[in-house]
C-alpha cells in the first residue's frame, strides 16, 4: 500500500513537470507529427499536451484547419531518433529535447512602480489611504506600493494637493495598484523599525509589597493627655453647686 502510493505520488510529480514542459505551439507540432510520422494519437497528445480525441480530430479534418505544421526537429524541440524509437514501440512517450540557448533572466529594474494610465488618477486616493491608516510607512515605501513621487506623497499629506478637496481614501489593493502581499510586507517592515512604544492600559493594583510595607511613619502617635484634672473636678462642683443654689429659690 505504502509503495504504490508513493508511486503514485511520482507519477503525479513527473507528470505535472511534463505538463510544464510543452513544445512551443503545440498544436502546430501535433499537425505535422500526424501528417509526417506513424506515432499513436496517445503519444502525440502525451507530447504536446492535448487530449487524444483533440488529436484524433486534427487527423480527421475535424479541427486544427488552415493550421501550419510546424516541424519540431527544425527548432530542436524532436530528434529523428526519438520518433523513430516512438514509432517501433507504442508504449514509448517522446521526450522533450531540452533547449542549448539559454536566455539571460532579465534584470530587475529599480525605480518607481510603473502604472496604467486609467489608473494614475486613482494614486492620491491610495496614497490618503496610506498615509491615514498606516502613518508608519516610509515615503519611499509608499513610492513602491504606489508608484508615485514625493512631491505627491507630500502633497496629499500636507492637503495642498489639487484635488485635495475631493480625495477619498481608497484602498489600493482594492484599486489594483499593489497586491496583499506586498503591502503586507512592507507594513512589517515598517512595524520592525519603528521603535515600540509603552501603551497605557489604564489603572492596575499596587502589588502586595507596596500595600503590606509599614514605613516609619505609619506608626501610632503616642496622645498624651495635658488636660488638668483637678480644674475639670472644680468646674463640674462649680456647675452642680449653682443648678443646687437654682432649685432652694
Not at 38 to 62: C, N, S, Y
Not at 109 to 124: A, D, I, L, W
Not at 198 to 210: D, I, K, M, N, Q
Request: glycine share 6%; with cysteine.
Amino acid at each position: 500500500m505504502t509503495t504504490s502510493f508513493a508511486s503514485t505520488e511520482v507519477g503525479e510529480a513527473q507528470r505535472r513537470f511534463a505538463m510544464s514542459n510543452a513544445p512551443l505551439m503545440p498544436k502546430a507540432t501535433a499537425v505535422w507529427l500526424v501528417d509526417n510520422t506513424a506515432l499513436t494519437f496517445d503519444q502525440v497528445a502525451d507530447f504536446t499536451k492535448m487530449h487524444p480525441l483533440e488529436v484524433r480530430a486534427i487527423a480527421d479534418g475535424d479541427a486544427a484547419q488552415g493550421i501550419k505544421g510546424m516541424d519540431p526537429i527544425s527548432n530542436g524541440q524532436l530528434t529523428r531518433e526519438e520518433i523513430e524509437r516512438g514509432e517501433r514501440d507504442q508504449n514509448y512517450r517522446l521526450r522533450l529535447q531540452e533547449s542549448k540557448v539559454v536566455l539571460p533572466t532579465a534584470a530587475k529594474k529599480k525605480g518607481p512602480r510603473y502604472t496604467p494610465v486609467s489608473r494614475r488618477h486613482e494614486r492620491p486616493s491610495a496614497i490618503l489611504w496610506l498615509v491615514r491608516n498606516h502613518p508608519e510607512l516610509k515615503d519611499a515605501q509608499i513610492m513602491r506600493l504606489v508608484g508615485t513621487t514625493k512631491t505627491t506623497i507630500a502633497s496629499v499629506r500636507d492637503r495642498t494637493h489639487w484635488n485635495a478637496s475631493t480625495l477619498t481614501p481608497m484602498d489600493p489593493v482594492t484599486l489594483g495598484l499593489c497586491s496583499q502581499i506586498e503591502l503586507d510586507f512592507e507594513v512589517q517592515r515598517a512595524a520592525k523599525e519603528k521603535p515600540t512604544t509603552t501603551v497605557y492600559g489604564g489603572a492596575t493594583l499596587l502589588p502586595a509589597s507596596e500595600t503590606t510595607r509599614k514605613d516609619e511613619d505609619d506608626q501610632p502617635i503616642e496622645k498624651h493627655d495635658d488636660l488638668n484634672v483637678d480644674a475639670v473636678f472644680a468646674k463640674l462642683k462649680t456647675i452642680g453647686g449653682k443648678k443646687h443654689d437654682d432649685e432652694e429659690e
